[in-house]
T-cell receptor, first 115, second 113 residues
Framework: NAGVMQNPRHLVRRRGQEARLRCSPM?????VYWYRQLPEEGLKFMVY????????ESGMPKERFSAEFPKEGPSILRIQQVVRGDSAAYFC?????????????FGPGTRLLVL | LAKTTQPISMDSYEGQEVNITCSHN???????ITWYQQFPSQGPRFIIQ???TKVTNEVASLFIPADRKSSTLSLPRVSLSDTAVYYC??????????????FGSGTQLTVLP
């Protein structure tokens, strides 16, 4: 049973370009979460999605960032017109979407470097 | 969301038992306590989760006193490969709008030979 998959693992972009980060949840999981981690810091929540729905995007910057989780295919975190401050590790997590104690399982992350 | 406080760092030696305590004075009735482990350049890995008393799995034990204002992660007989950052999180994962996990700075555990 494969875990959470993320690709690419490393992404280099120049300022002003677009970055697309993909996340495939664990089999059977219908809930996806995106987090960002700056160097020497803990993870910060960005957005929580279910299939075709954004449930909570309270941690997402208001501009340039968007996320989707289509009916088919992986979840996508999209960053438009990247700036140097977007350089960070972006982690995706998934959970089954049922039960009280919902454990989130994390992927290996995508490390974005903006030049 | 309940705030957590844990030591910034701890050192231990191989073979010893390590206990990392986390304070969460404002824990709510529906909140669970979850611990994650993170190695450099990797995503957090779930270790253990509990609500009250004691929980044990093949990796660790979690002790939660009756007032639930703190919890202690216990790692038996640590090895060098247990060197990592350990995060204590508190949250109510049953609520759709409150599923976000709040990570603090974590505890850097260093296991020495």
């Amino acid at each position: 049973n494969a875990g959470v998959m993320q690709n690419p693992r490393h992404l280099v972009r120049r300022r002003g370009q677009e970055a697309r980060l993909r996340c495939s949840p664990m089999k059977g999981h219908s809930h996806v979460y995106w987090y960002r981690q700056l160097p020497e810091e803990g993870l910060k929540f960005m957005v929580y999605l279910q299939k075709e729905n954004i449930i909570d995007e309270s941690g997402m910057p208001k501009e340039r960032f968007s996320a989707e989780f289509p009916k088919e295919g992986p979840s996508i975190l999209r960053i438009q017109q990247v700036v140097r401050g977007d350089s960070a590790a972006y982690f995706c997590a998934s959970s089954p979407g049922i039960g009280m104690e919902e454990t989130q399982y994390f992927g290996p992350g995508t490390r974005l470097l903006v030049l | 969301l309940a705030k957590t406080t844990q030591p910034i760092s701890m050192d231990s030696y191989e073979g010893q038992e390590v206990n990392i305590t986390c304070s969460h004075n404002n824990i709510a009735t529906n909140d669970y306590i979850t611990w994650y482990q993170q190695f450099p350049s990797q995503g957090p890995r779930f270790i253990i989760q509990g609500y009250k008393t004691k929980v044990t799995n093949e990796v660790a034990s979690l002790f939660i006193p009756a007032d639930r204002k703190s919890s202690t992660l216990s790692l038996p007989r640590v090895s060098l490969s247990d060197t990592a950052v350990y995060y204590c999180l508190v949250g109510d994962s049953s609520s759709g709008s409150a599923r976000q996990l709040t990570f603090g700075s974590g505890t850097q555990l260093t296991v020495l030979p």
